[in-house]
């Protein structure tokens, strides 16, 4: 009795102590990336599956001790049945410490990456349905507002796009001039991107931001390869990609003098007879990291700025103004600083386009809130701005005279600057304004979009990132999209990939999260106020950009 005593002792103890309320776990935090928790679920799996072999072995155990003291009952009579109630409750207790720790597990864990859509009780209680109780402002204020603040203020978008391009220009040939065919990147010409093309710009000053694509001197070439094109890659380089360098069809850079044995009268042309160095040598030390046939977006960054830096002495006299660089871990980030102390910023992005399509892999987005992190120097993002282009041109086409579509996202983009410089920078950024929209065009009929529609079309946006803020989850617009028609030209490893969430990073990082819900519900109460506050008069910050600077 004694013995069952202390059995019974020692496992409500044992769950005493792993009782979650009592006592709670110390490392209660959640990992940084999905990986980790993909690891510690399996871990977790492991040791319950070696628990419930061991509980399975105890209650053998304990079948086997039952059967036992059963028959020592029947010899020993009430002194039996007294042991036999002890195992018993022996065998309760240890159910009850199960019964616990599944719970613990359930309810502490953290949540695995297939459901984003937990966590609702951490969005703030405005009431239900926040938007339903907000009233924006009639479609005759937001008219007045865009037109007066916003449009007034974009003006001069023409002129600042004619300006940039035309000394961008310049700067580009400059660069060709000095480049060597044989071992330096061949630079083709800009490609505009971004709200400044696609007219929906709102920030000042207006940036343009233009691709710059490179590709290697002959015969070396790049070879992408895409997280879906069947390799396995983390969560997190989901939309990434690698670019490998090779020469013409193989997959091993070198010279053929390399591999092909040179008769006695034969020279190579690019190496002469007894040098061992490969044309593409120096080019891999430009672009590579080491001891890797990858391209590695720093090595890209010091390569571009050089050879920017390299361009602009040669042609600086032929300008009235000063160029410097704006930010110096972007690789093109500029800033045209005129005699006056005004100055224009524009990007320069260094990309490589994959394959024969219109995607671009780009090595450094423009500073600012943003949905992509690459996880390694080697990882590429993949940029999808020349079909996002297009499409909302093909749209603006289709719509109705004066469609208030890019009014909407003006708007909205706006308002999401203005909250961003009160209370700081959070998750949401312009692109994902952009998603919400694009999904819009596509779910609504075209003579939804009217002038006259304005507020509901507004209201609409809004509601749409509302519930995607709720549930965590906002797809991609082009990868894995099927409702993207065919005549987009998307190559089919996109059309056929896995959609792709652009608020993952909400799943994993709380803290993230809940400042940017909380940003995201004070902007809509601010929205109202704002808009009246800037409908009757312009603020400061919105005069007019500098005259065109004169070129010597």
């Known amino acids: 009795m004694a013995l069952g005593l202390f059995r019974v002792c020692l496992v409500v103890v044992t769950a005493i102590i792993n009782h979650p309320l009592l006592f709670p776990r110390e490392n209660t935090t959640v ?8 690891r510690q679920m399996q871990a977790r799996q492991e040791e319950l599956q070696l628990e419930q072999l061991r509980l399975e072995e105890e209650v053998a155990r304990l079948a086997a001790e039952k059967e036992a003291l059963e028959e020592a009952a029947e010899e020993a009579g009430p002194q039996g049945e007294a042991h036999a109630s002890w195992d018993l409750w022996s065998t309760l207790c240890m159910i009850l410490f199960l019964m616990i720790e599944v719970w613990r597990q359930d309810h502490q864990d953290a949540p695995s990456p297939e459901c984003p859509g937990g966590d609702e009780d951490e969005l703030p209680a405005l009431g239900g349905a926040p938007l339903q109780g907000l009233t924006l402002p009639d479609k005759a204020t937001l ?123 034969m020279l190579c042309l690019l190496h002469g007879k007894n040098s061992l160095v490969r044309p593409g040598a120096k080019m891999e030390d430009l672009l590579c990291a080491k001891t890797s046939p990858y391209v590695d977006t720093m090595q890209v960054m010091k390569w571009f700025q050089t050879a920017l830096t390299r361009a602009w002495h040669r042609i600086a006299r032929k300008y009235d103004f000063d160029l410097a660089f704006g930010q110096l871990d ?36 423009p500073k600012g809130p943003s949905p992509w992190s690459p996880a390694s120097s080697m990882d590429w993002l993949l940029s999808f701005a020349v079909y996002e282009r297009h499409f ?18 003006q708007i909205a983009s706006f308002l999401l600057s203005k909250q961003s410089r009160l209370t700081g920078p959070s998750g949401l950024c312009s692109y ?44 991609h617009f082009f990868i894995g999209n099927r409702r ?69």
């Open 143 to 265: 008219g007045r507002f865009h037109e007066r603040c916003i449009r007034g203020a974009t003006a001069d978008a023409a002129r600042t796009r004619e300006f940039v391009e035309g000394f961008v220009d310049d700067l580009l040939e400059a660069l060709r001039s000095l480049c060597n065919r044989d071992t330096d990147m061949e630079v083709e010409d800009f490609i505009g991107v971004g709200s400044m093309y696609e007219n929906w710009q709102v920030d000042r000053p207006l940036v343009c931001d233009l691709f710059v694509p490179f590709v290697p001197p002959e015969p070396y070439r790049f070879r992408a390869e895409l997280w879906c094109s069947g390799r396995s890659v983390p969560l997190d380089c989901q939309g990434f990609g690698q670019i490998k360098v090779v020469q013409g069809d193989d997959d091993t850079p070198g010279c053929i003098c390399d591999k092909t044995k040179l008769g006695e009268d």
């Open 484 to 552: 993207v028609p065919e005549v987009a030209g998307l190559p089919e490893a996109i059309r056929r990939a896995e959609p792709l969430n652009l608020f993952r990073p909400f799943i994993l990082q709380r803290g993230l999260y809940r400042k940017t819900v909380d940003s995201f519900y004070e902007m809509l109460k601010n929205a109202p106020a704002l808009i009246s506050e800037y409908s009757l008069h312009l603020p400061s910050d919105h005069t007019s950009l500098p005259p065109k600077a004169a070129v010597l």
């Open 31 to 38: 990992p940084e990336n999905e990986e980790g928790i993909i």
């Open 330 to 365: 972007m690789p093109g980030s500029l800033k045209i600083k005129f005699r006056s102390g005004k100055f224009m910023p524009f990007n320069l992005i260094p990309v490589i386009q994959c394959e024969d399509s219109d995607l671009y892999f780009v090595s450094h987005l």
């Open 432 to 475: 994902h304004l952009k998603t919400v929209l694009l999904h819009l065009l596509l779910a609504r009929q075209a003579a939804d979009w009217t002038a006259g529609q304005l507020d509901m079309r507004l209201h609409d946006l809004l509601r749409f990132l509302e519930k995607s803020l709720q549930e965590k989850k906002l797809h």
């Open 392 to 409: 909302l041109r093909v749209m603006s086409k289709a719509l109705p005279e004066g469609a208030c579509h890019l009014s909407c996202l």
